[in-house]
């Protein structure tokens, strides 16, 4: 243990991470550029992330991809990815186990944040907000939009909990696929579904040269929002 953390010590410093800076030589993003409500600026930025995902030559590989936090009823905090499933004016939707982590620091504490941390264009979007559950027509309607051995992985998987063994989950799983062949109809797990993040803000980070970074943050006033440029 002590020897495996020594050689990662050495590595890191052989890469030499201080000296590790990317330059930022893309266009601003001024106040007047942006619109007038977070959610058509998101669908922009994101629209933008997504072409640049489907560029053969581009970097960007999961733009939906986004880092959830949460924290415990004590404020502790907890971070993990996972994928965008859509988003509107009521807010952005991701699925996951109702008895994992992250949903049981959602039940005792419903303040989130958001990060889509889309490097190869110099961008981030930041949004902070509170999740409650979507409804259970919209969590089937998507669990049947997924590849049948997701559905059967969403049985099979008790997220979060401790497990024996890699064999004790593809037991559970090929349990699973008997009684389910490809083809047949899964029903949606009871302790899965969607979470809805309504955002309280929503910040848009772009990166410019000389760390003079534009970073244009909206904030939710009632029915309409206020825009504040931060320091970078
Ligand atoms: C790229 C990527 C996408 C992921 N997407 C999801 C997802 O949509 N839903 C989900 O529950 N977990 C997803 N995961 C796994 C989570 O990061 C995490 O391991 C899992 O949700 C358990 O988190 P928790 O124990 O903190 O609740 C994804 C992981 C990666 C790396």
Redesign the pocket.
């Known amino acids: 243990m002590t020897e495996s953390r020594a050689t990662a010590t050495e590595s890191a410093a052989a890469v030499d991470l201080a000296a590790m800076r990317a330059q930022y030589l893309v266009d601003g993003m001024t106040e007047t550029d942006v619109a007038a409500d977070p959610f058509e600026q998101f669908g922009r930025w994101f629209q933008q992330a997504a072409a640049q995902a489907a560029d053969p030559a581009g970097v960007l590989a999961?733009p939906n991809?986004m880092v959830v936090s949460t924290a415990d009823g004590q404020g502790r905090p907890?971070s993990?990815?996972?994928?965008l499933?859509g988003f509107d004016r009521h807010g952005f939707v991701?699925?996951?186990?109702y008895e994992?982590?992250?949903?049981r620091e959602i039940a005792a504490n419903p303040h989130v944040s958001l990060l889509f941390p889309w490097h190869p264009i110099a961008r981030q979007v930041i949004v902070t907000g509170t999740a409650e559950r979507t409804g259970r027509d919209e969590t089937v309607r998507y669990f049947r939009s997924r590849p049948h051995g997701s559905q059967l992985g969403a049985w099979a998987s008790a997220?979060?909990s401790v497990i024996a063994s890699r064999e004790e989950l593809d037991a559970a799983y090929a349990e699973l696929a008997a009684r389910y062949p490809e083809g047949e109809q899964v029903p949606a797990p009871p302790h899965w579904g969607g979470f809805r993040v309504a955002p309280e803000t929503v910040e848009f980070w772009q990166g410019r040269s000389n760390r003079l970074h534009d970073r244009l943050r909206y904030t939710r006033e009632g029915a309409s929002w206020t825009l504040h440029r931060l320091s970078p």
């Open positions: 999961e991809a907890s993990r990815t996972v994928l499933k991701f699925f996951t186990n994992s982590r992250k949903a997220q979060s």
